[in-house]
């Protein structure tokens, strides 16, 4: 089997893991299983990468007929290029633009709206809160005395500092007004009903979106043990040390513990959803396939080696049956060089071509993408890494390790034809990994 048709089939493996946790593919059936007999309100908040294409398919299940009925309004905060400001029902905010992780001053108004919007709510209404990977970003609101510049400071600095999503999401849930369960808290609404689309490894509720709809089982002095953990206490703004030690004191009301029974929350798609589709699609094409049990974790150029040594060691015999590996999570990329450009799976690509400098990669194809389109702060979903794309690197002297040394994944993909650029996809689970092994 030729390289360019591994190279299609990963290709198009992933693309079937995307697609079956499209919200246009599992929100007819989560909508179906939903009781929305109550009479008064039914609203609408909620945000995420997803977000603009839950709606729309919370829409087009629920039917245009209920839709008047019921009045059906609200505010979902989304990427700016998903946004519609004039529809009516539910307005799509524009919250933050493409390509930009951090919060911005649009995604504090939305939020704002939200809480404005649910706090009117009483024993008759209904909520339904669509909550997807990204809304960490796309929820700011920060307690007072507090700047939004000032948390996105402390954010960047932990993550640059190798925090994990769960260490960033218990600081910033103490520096939220609506993170760690405090969305939900304000409403009185009968029903409250979260459909969630997962992006974090073992889908802890309280940890993905930063939980505005779950009880937040973290402390003030959890947080600030995170931030001693990366000894930073001395880097992070005067402003947010002094909010979190006035927490630990008791000046500061702490993020609910418990909620009231009526707020349900429910995962609706996650990254085992995206690799059984993508397994499916692989034995369609004649592949025998392995899900790896274990997620992609840690630092992601050491998790790509680690996933080259793997491959290297299922090459299947010539008369063998070609071999599909997969597997999800969520590396991460601690250290960044001056002037570096890439995302955690170019990293991860660019790790396992280091691996294999010295004894090739024939016959086999990995492709490292975010199922959401967006590989770090770059417009690439992520990469592939072949023996063409090796020898490529060769034939116009190009030197991985020195790409690979100065954090330049990205400088590197793009001159050797590996970058896979798809644009947002309306989803969002984490990353899918799709390595084909050829006999």
Wanted: glycine share 10%; charged share 20%.
């Amino acid at each position: 089997m030729p390289t360019p048709a591994l190279r299609d089939d990963a290709l198009a493996i992933w693309r079937a893991g995307v697609q079956a946790v499209q919200p246009a593919v599992f929100m007819p059936d989560a909508v179906r299983a939903l009781d929305l007999s109550r009479p008064g309100a039914l609203v609408v908040v909620g945000a995420g990468k997803a977000g603009a294409a839950m709606v729309q398919a919370l829409e087009a299940a629920l039917g245009p007929e209920k839709l008047a009925a019921r009045r059906v309004r609200g505010v979902v905060n989304v990427i700016d290029s998903f946004a519609d400001e004039a529809r009516p029902g539910i307005r799509l905010h524009a919250a933050r633009p493409e390509g930009d992780p951090l919060p911005t001053p649009a995604g504090v108004a939305g939020s704002e709206a939200m809480l404005d919007l649910v706090r009117t709510l009483g024993p008759d209404d209904t909520v339904i809160a669509l909550i997807s990977g990204g809304a960490s970003a796309l929820l700011p609101l920060p307690v007072a005395g507090v700047t939004l510049a000032e948390k996105r400071e402390a954010t960047t600095l932990l993550s640059k500092a190798g925090a994990t999503i769960g260490e960033l999401n218990t600081v910033r849930k103490h520096l939220s007004r609506i993170k760690g369960g405090h969305l939900a808290a304000a409403s009185h609404a009968g029903q409250w009903i979260s459909l969630i689309l997962s992006d974090v490894i073992g889908n802890p509720l309280d940890v993905i979106a930063s939980g505005p709809t779950v009880p937040d089982p973290t402390t003030y002095a959890d947080a600030l043990a995170v931030i001693a953990r990366f000894r930073l206490e001395e880097r992070l703004p005067a402003p947010v040390m002094r909010h979190l030690r006035r927490g630990l004191q008791g000046l500061e009301p702490e993020t609910p513990k418990t909620l009231p029974p009526a707020i349900v929350n429910r995962i609706v798609a996650d990254n085992a959803l995206a690799l059984q589709a993508a397994a499916g699609h692989a034995r369609r094409l004649g592949y025998a396939v392995d899900i790896l049990p274990d997620p992609i974790q840690g630092e992601s150029r050491e998790a790509g080696k680690k996933m080259a040594r793997l491959i290297l060691e299922r090459r299947t015999p010539a008369t063998g049956k070609p071999r599909c590996l997969l597997a999800g999570g969520e590396p991460i990329v601690s250290r960044v060089a001056p002037g570096g450009k890439g995302g955690r799976n170019q990293e991860f690509a660019l790790g396992a071509l280091m691996e294999t400098t010295g004894t090739g990669f024939a016959n086999c194809c990995l492709l490292a993408a975010g199922t959401d389109g967006e590989d770090g702060p770059t417009d690439a979903a992520g990469a592939f890494y072949d023996e063409p794309l090796r020898l490529a690197a060769r034939a116009r002297g190009l030197d991985p390790a020195a790409y690979f040394l100065t954090s330049r994944s990205y400088d590197f993909f793009a001159r050797t034809g590996g970058l896979l650029k798809t644009g947002p996809t309306g989803t969002n689970v984490m990353d899918l990994v799709v390595a084909l092994v050829a006999p």
